[in-house]
């Protein structure tokens, strides 16, 4: 059975599933859908256009399917999606999507700490780890698995690889491909995550194969050299293919 508080609004036209908690001093407005099992904490508001799964928790003060932060934004009917099972910690604001994309998208499984902020048209994928303070622009995208440390900020359209480790504190305007840790200032290649890909149960030879992939392709002055080099060196595997790809298709460049 659902439990809202008499000191809570839910526009009427919202839609609430099973069992949820809706604390006081919430906001639900019209042209919203929230699924079964979600906890709403006190003072969370739903704005209009979102579509929220099952099993997650909000705590207060969160805000999610804000209109964008856009001055191109004229109030298109967009949506902001929610997967299931995420913590959305204190504060955190999500944005609904503008005409470029029409939504904005958080998967599965994520926690997202403390007043970080997702932009309009973003893409966040499943297992991600957002620290407290971190900041998207518009339409970045974020894959699974990622961590991003507490207080870093990420230009518009940047590309976010799985299984990364970005330092606290980071800057980034170009993508960050997957399974390295990245940090300092400027932001650049640190070397491959091998604490996380071993926790996430990489064995020994895809640990060492992605490592002799990005010691090839950074030791090139031309990515695409490396790129080829590696094929020829390393042996195929999904894990390297998505390396190669994650670069050739990258549109803003990688970090080195």
Not at 165 to 172: D, E, H, N
Request: glycine residues 10%.
């Amino acid at each position: 059975m659902t439990e809202i508080s008499p000191m809570a609004f839910v526009h009427p036209e919202a839609k609430i599933g099973e069992n949820c908690k809706i604390g006081p001093f919430c906001y639900i407005d019209k042209n919203v859908e929230i699924g079964d099992n979600n906890t709403l904490m006190n003072s969370v508001t739903i704005h209009y256009g979102a579509r929220i799964g099952n099993g997650n928790t909000f705590f207060p003060g969160a805000s999610i399917s804000t209109q964008p932060q856009d001055l191109k934004f004229k109030g298109e009917d967009t949506l902001c999606i929610i997967g299931d099972n995420n913590s959305i910690r204190e504060n955190v604001t999500i944005s609904r999507g503008t005409a470029s994309k029409g939504k904005t998208v958080v998967g599965n499984n994520n926690l997202l700490m403390e007043t970080m902020h997702i932009a309009h048209d973003c893409v966040i994928g499943n297992g991600c780890i957002i620290g407290n303070g971190t900041k998207f622009a518009g339409e970045v995208v974020v894959d699974d698995f990622a961590i991003v440390s507490a207080n870093v900020l990420v230009h518009q359209f940047c590309h976010i690889g799985s299984y990364v480790m970005i330092q606290g504190g980071s800057r980034t305007s170009q993508d960050i491909p997957p399974y390295i840790i990245a940090g300092k200032e400027p932001i650049h290649y640190a070397g491959v995550n091998l604490v996380g890909l071993r926790r996430r149960g990489f064995n020994r030879d895809i640990i060492t194969a992605i490592h002799d992939t990005y010691r090839i392709i950074y030791s090139k002055g031309i990515l695409r050299e490396g790129i080829e080099e590696a094929k020829i060196t390393v042996t195929s595997s999904p894990e390297i293919e998505y390396i190669f790809d994650f670069i050739l298709h990258s549109e803003r460049g990688i970090i080195r």
